[in-house]
């Protein structure tokens, strides 16, 4: 005999609630992206690229799951640079890296030498490539 409110059932509906929440999320996420133009993914592409070739580190793992110390270090300066040098917002810069936007704001905390040495390199070698590239 099936009660109502058994904990089965709660189960059940907290599943569906986090179901939807979920779905809400994604929904909000894949319409940032939509929001970001072809000249800023352009623009993204190309810090990301400086940042994983300044940290020797593979683009693919900065927007999956996974919190080593080095990714974490090469995707927070790549949504610092995203910061930096776009308009773009923290929600658009969060969806790009697959990330909340309080990530992002945390990549604009991180106050440490070694940071900032990077940081100025990074912005030095994008700065450039963009330059040679208006040139062509």
Known sequence: ???PGTALEKLREQVAAEEARHATREQKRLRMLA???????LLLARIVEAC????IHKRPILNNRSRTIHTCFTRH???Y???ELTTLSWEQIGAYFDRDHST?????QIDTPAFKQVLLRIISAVRQSTTQE???
Request: aromatic share 0%; proline share 4%.
């Open 81 to 83: 640079l995203a910061r």
């Open 77 to 79: 300066l790549a949504m």
């Open 52 to 55: 994983v070739h300044e940290t």
């Open 134 to 136: 208006a040139a062509a």
């Open 104 to 108: 992002v704001i945390h990549s604009h």
């Open 35 to 41: 929001s970001i133009t072809p000249s800023q993914v």
């Open 1 to 3: 005999m099936h009660r």
